[in-house]
């Protein structure tokens, strides 16, 4: 899988810039540390003597092995003496040595002459992101997510607020082999708002999570298809590939045979493995058959969760209340 040179960049940046941060934050306190404490500074330069001693031992023959025993003993009660001082200042051997967000390669992205998973996590998550829709995240969450508009149709209260439900719920378990969701209704009822719901929870809880309009994808999948733009190099991957795939607004996309047929195969081949995947729609199954055809159809109403929404179309309501 290759990245674009963007990509690369930022996840160097993003790693240099944990990795100062645990180096400086880890000075900081060893320097106020020392200064606060000056017998702790004693004891650090009186460790390195002791070790450079036991070496001086070994070279210097007699009894070795009672002068090491010495030196051990002398660096163990001088490092226990440390490890008190360092709780008499509130502090812990984590705070004085830096605390990088992977130990495994120190936050460099290399470990053992290889690229660590940590960086190729953030390359792929970064890619996620660049591919992503720039939408509203934060400002669709689940407790953003009101009722009221329902209110005045019991029917559609009583379904909304079990979907509502589901949705928590859904987020809350979360996993790579979570199931699929198909929402489904006109268009101003929400369904944007708790898949992005879900997609923000998804993302807390570190998943690689892909999201936007059935439009978008389609049109970077042609692009990619024909190779017009190097940087969506690896959309139809990382779209089958993702954790998470929030498919908006799926039938509003400007169709052709190509797009119908990229989009049943990414939809497909996360279903062969097992990765969950967010369809909304305004198509019912119908809807659906008639734009990608049986196949397809049977494929989602055998393995999607169907929630069909309910209601009067929210933005209406708002721009009337
Ligand atoms: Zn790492």
């Known amino acids: ?31 106020g540390f020392l200064q606060g404490c000056p017998r702790a500074g004693e004891i650090r330069r009186e460790l390195a003597a002791n070790a450079a001693g ?30 008190e001082l360092l709780g008499e200042c509130g502090l812990t051997r984590r705070d004085i040595e830096p605390q990088y ?3 495994r390669c120190k936050d460099t992205g290399f470990a053992d002459g290889k690229l660590c998973g940590c960086y190729k996590a953030l390359r792929r998550n970064l890619a996620y992101r660049n591919m992503s829709a720039e939408l509203p995240l ?6 953003g997510f009101s009722l009221e508009y329902y209110r005045n149709d019991p029917a ?34 929400g369904k944007t708002h708790l898949s992005l719901a879900i997609a ?19 049109v970077a999948l042609e692009r990619e298809r024909f190779g017009r733009d190097n940087s969506i190099e690896g959309t139809s991957v990382n779209l089958k590939e993702c954790d ?23 939809v497909n081949a996360r279903l062969m493995s097992g990765r ?36 009067k179309d929210v933005r209406v309501q708002k721009i009337q209340s």
């Open 156 to 189: 559609a209260y009583g379904r909304m607020q079990s979907i509502l439900r589901s949705c928590r719920e859904y987020a809350e378990n979360f996993r790579a082999n979570s199931p699929n969701l198909l929402f489904w209704g006109g268009t101003g009822l």
């Open 54 to 83: 036991a070496a001086r031992a070994v070279l210097s023959g007699g009894d070795v092995h009672k002068a090491l025993e010495q030196r051990k003993e002398r660096g163990m009660a001088l490092r226990r003496e440390y490890e």
């Open 138 to 143: 934060d400002q669709c969450t689940f407790d």
């Open 101 to 103: 967000t992977c130990p």
């Open 276 to 311: 969950p995947t967010v369809i909304s729609t305004n198509l019912g199954l119908s809807g659906l058959e008639e734009r990608y055809g049986e196949r397809f159809t049977s494929r989602i109403a055998g393995n999607y969760a169907l929630l069909g929404f309910m209601g």
């Open 1 to 31: 899988m290759s990245y674009d040179s963007n990509v690369n960049q930022a996840a160097k940046a993003e790693l240099e810039r944990r990795r100062k941060l645990a180096e400086e934050t880890a000075r900081r306190n060893l320097e």
């Open 244 to 266: 998470l795939l929030i498919l908006d607004d799926l039938g509003t996309e400007f169709s052709s045979a190509y797009s119908n047929a990229a989009i049943y195969d990414v």
């Open 200 to 218: 923000n929870s998804a993302l807390d809880k570190g998943f690689g999570v892909v999201y936007g309009s059935a439009q978008r994808f389609a």
